[in-house]
């Protein structure tokens, strides 16, 4: 837990999904602006429950359902958001984004450029992403860099109970669309790549005791989970537990940043790790042409290039449509996350 | 239980209290709602011949008794992810795919497309296969539960997003079309894909361009946990076509030869170059939306009555009988299948995985 987070006073223990389904909870009690909608999210709780008992709580006209109908509920959130609410739209799966892309897109991305600030798109959209889940192709996709890609979106991805609650309701407060993608490999617990062994649940991780009350981590803040001196590894959302045990069963002296935010990027904690470090390793799940992972090495490169002292690397999904069988050949496992890291500590002398 | 199309059976939504307007003003009152253009004949009831009756009991059996092993196969991990099963809808793929031309016209569904697999004779250890994700799947293993076709067959796949099949059919239709082949594409969707905007750009295109297509909505009361009452303002789902005259019939899904029957009238004013027309098969799913689903927005009494009281296969079953088709022989027909679908499954579970360089091929037709 990173500091200057208001007081939080008593927490609970919460998986992934309870501390989304809190966050939105706290907000919706504190603001009559915020309503919840989204496929089967009011009268059946959300398909992953991460809305259950907010239709109880707060009425069908705060929680409700909507048709089968993606481009129509992000555009409704647009409408809904310009009058001044606050709508929190559910895409069921990442992979659903696409039909409602141009209403993101052109309407909510470019509400506020176009109005020259008059007027504003505060809406958030949360949505399942990842694989890990044997969804095949339309149920595991990692869009995220479409997002980053378009400009006036934010792209928010935690990867704890504890973040994912501060960092929702940062996002439903923040005055500018978001995009929150909820890794839904670890909703459960912080699986951690190994997927012939049992997932650790989240009661068994300090990040699951979550506050009780209010309390929002700033967006454009990466969370150093490991400091150390060998090699910055950078990451986001399933991938960070992968990535730090990897870095635990290697014992290398690796500081690992969990990035929470992709834009706003902290690029001030990744460039003072790099430099510290001299090198760089970059990890997603996501197909690794035009993916973050491009964005995040070019600006390393940029703003570290006399530091380093080896190319950096890429760990990330292949190039291909998400397979239906082989999904653990296709997931960037632990034995890619060491060979990427051996192959980033070799020196430049070429001595291992 | 055909339908009319346009027999308005609610009262008409009263307006807003309205000044009346002014006695000078011309008057143009709307004509009453008269039908202004043909319409289909009323579908019959199909007369099957015996012969067809076994053909019809044999394929609603053998797709009950494949989806019930899908389902303990998924139960022992042999299946993953999404598995989304046909049990209750038999009668709606039967009674529809036996009235088509194999020869010409196409099909394309969504994601619960097991049984439309299975109506056309394709080889259930294949699509068992495709299940497991096995390289002898018919998709070899790249596809799953949710994406299967049938070059052979003309089966343009089980497709997972929503919706997104409907324009791809107006699409096999327009190249019907083209061609001259006289085929006309089945396009198969829910009750909850219904709802998507697109569908309404391909109704407008089809009718447009007048072409040769049966769009058919499985209706089976809920997509996922929604029924179709809390997803849809106008719920009489034959009527979404009416806007762009598209005309629609409301038939009895759970019979296999009303279903038949309303395939004859659709397939006559298809062919003969009217456009489309819309078919809402009126279903019941059994089993959760998909092998995850706990279903707990509807009651166990709610199923278990359907089942009692409507069942396709208990129907046709007193078909036979009436035909003179004896207990026996019915009991033997099913033990057949339950071998049939026993190998189907072995195999499933025996063949190998893909090769890993498989991930890599039919991305594109270079590798890059
Ligand atoms: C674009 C899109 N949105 C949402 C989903 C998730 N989803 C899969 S099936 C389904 C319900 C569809 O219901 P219906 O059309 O009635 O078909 P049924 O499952 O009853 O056969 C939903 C919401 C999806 N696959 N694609
Ligand atoms: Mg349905």
């Not at chain 2, 499985?218 to 034959?238: F, I």
Request: aromatic share 8%.
């Amino acid at each position: 837990m990173s500091k200057g987070e208001e007081n939080k006073g008593a927490t609970t223990q919460r998986n992934m999904i309870q501390a989304i389904n809190n966050a939105m909870d706290v907000c919706m009690e504190r603001d009559d602006n915020v309503c919840v909608f989204g496929e089967d999210v009011g009268y059946y709780g959300g398909v992953f429950r991460a809305t259950a008992g907010l239709q109880e709580k707060y009425g069908k006209t705060r929680s409700f359902d909507t048709p089968i109908n993606e481009c129509g509920i992000i555009g409704v959130a647009v409408g809904m958001a310009a009058y001044g609410m606050r709508p929190v739209a559910e895409i069921q799966f990442a992979d659903y984004i696409y039909p409602g892309l141009d209403q993101l897109v052109s309407e909510a991305a470019r509400l506020r450029y176009r109005s020259a600030g008059e007027f504003t798109s505060p809406l958030t959209i949360r949505t399942p992403f990842g694989g890990g889940i044997f969804g095949g192709q339309t149920h595991s996709q990692s869009p995220e860099s479409i997002f980053t890609h378009v400009c006036g979106v934010k792209t928010v991805i935690p990867s704890t109970p504890y973040d994912a609650k501060g960092l929702l309701i940062a996002a439903i407060e923040d005055p500018d669309p978001v995009v929150f993608f909820e890794p839904k490999r670890i909703y459960n617990g912080p699986f951690d790549g190994h997927y012939d062994t049992p997932v650790l649940p989240w009661s068994k991780h300090p990040a699951s005791e979550v506050p009780d009350g209010h309390y929002a981590i700033p967006l454009g803040k990466a969370n150093v989970l490991r400091e150390g001196s060998a090699v910055t590894m950078l990451c986001y959302g399933t991938m960070v537990h992968v990535t730090a045990a990897a870095v635990e069963e290697l014992g290398i002296d690796a500081e690992v940043i969990d990035l929470r935010t992709l834009l706003p990027l902290d690029m001030e904690t990744i460039e003072a790790s790099v430099k510290k470090t001299g090198r760089c390793v970059i990890v997603h799940e996501a197909t690794r042409t035009s993916g973050f992972g491009a964005e995040l090495s070019a600006l390393v490169q940029e703003r570290c290039f006399y530091h380093l002292e080896a190319p950096i690397e890429r760990v990330t999904g292949y190039d291909t449509p998400y397979p239906h069988s082989l999904e653990w050949a296709y997931f960037p496992g632990p034995v890619r996350l060491r060979l990427a890291i051996e192959r980033v500590m070799e020196d430049v002398s070429g001595n291992v | 239980m055909a339908k009319a199309p346009a027999s308005p059976k609610r009262a008409p939504r009263k307006s807003p209290a309205k000044k009346p307007p002014a006695k000078s003003a011309a008057r143009k009152s709307a004509a009453p709602a008269a039908p202004n253009r043909e319409r289909p004949a009323e579908p019959d009831r199909y007369t099957a011949s015996k012969d067809e009756l076994l053909e019809y009991y044999r394929q609603m059996l053998l797709i009950r008794r494949f989806e019930e092993k899908a389902g303990q196969l998924y139960g022992l991990g042999l299946i993953g992810g999404f598995c989304h099963l046909y049990i209750g809808q038999e009668a709606v793929a039967v009674g529809l795919q036996s009235a088509l031309d194999n020869d010409k016209d196409s099909v394309i569904t969504g994601y619960r497309d097991h049984g439309h697999m299975l109506a056309y004779g394709l080889d259930p250890k294949v699509i068992m296969a495709e299940l497991t994700g096995r390289a002898a799947g018919i998709a070899q293993g790249k596809g799953g539960s949710m994406h299967m076709f049938s070059v052979e067959k003309r089966f343009y796949g089980g497709h997972g997003i929503v919706g997104a099949q409907v324009p791809l059919g107006s699409g096999l239709a327009f190249a019907h079309k083209y061609r001259g082949d006289g085929g006309v594409c089945l396009a198969y969707f829910g009750d909850g894909a219904a709802n998507q905007g697109q569908v309404y750009e391909a109704f407008n295109m089809a009718e447009l361009w007048k072409l040769p297509i049966i769009f058919v909505i499985e209706n089976n009361q809920y997509a996922m946990g929604t029924s179709v009452n809390r997803s849809s303002a106008e719920d009489q789902l034959y009527r979404r076509g009416e806007s762009f005259r598209i005309p629609g019939l409301q038939i009895n899904g759970m019979d296999v030869l009303e279903v038949r029957g309303a395939a004859e009238v659709a397939l006559d004013w298809v062919r003969s170059g009217k456009g489309p027309i819309l078919l809402e098969l009126k279903t019941y799913r059994y089993r959760g939306h998909s092998m995850s689903d706990p279903a707990k927005y509807r009651s166990r009494e709610e199923v278990q009555s359907v089942r009692e009281k409507s069942d396709p296969i208990e129907a046709i079953k007193k078909e036979l009988e009436a035909a003179g088709v004896s207990a026996e022989d019915m009991k033997a027909t099913d033990k057949e299948i339950k071998a049939i679908v026993a190998e189907a499954a072995d195999f499933a579970e025996s063949s190998p995985e893909p090769h890993p360089d498989e991930l890599y091929t039919d991305v594109l037709v270079e590798q890059y």
